[in-house]
């Protein structure tokens, strides 16, 4: 069983993580992640039962990397595709949005 943890501390400025754990019971604000996702590097989040074989299971895409978790029940596998969504959104707009000012700067 792997734990997870959101970090939305800095999550306004597109620099949240997804962090796991090992052990869902060590997943607490001072205990060290198994590894880190940078939530602004995510290109794709979505259901991967078929990929894994394995109930919620779900798939976090980057430019590099593919990785899948296996949520608890199908409620948390959804939240999490939704927080991960929602974050991939509003990074593309803030970035397109930028690069508008920037093209309309330039003129």
């Known amino acids: 069983m792997m734990g997870f943890s959101f970090d939305q501390r800095e999550f306004g400025t597109g620099k949240g993580k997804l962090l796991w754990f090992k052990d869902p019971s060590c997943a607490t604000r001072g205990s060290t992640p198994r590894g880190v996702v940078l939530v602004a590097q995510c290109l794709v989040v979505k259901g991967a039962e078929d990929a894994v074989n394995k109930p919620f299971a779900f798939e976090v895409s980057t430019e590099s990397d593919t990785m899948y978790y296996v949520a608890d029940t199908e409620k948390e596998k959804e939240d999490w595709i939704n927080s991960i969504g929602r974050s991939i959104v509003q ?8 690069e508008v000012l920037d093209y309309d700067s330039k003129r």
């Open 91 to 98: 990074r593309s707009r803030s970035v397109t949005e930028s």
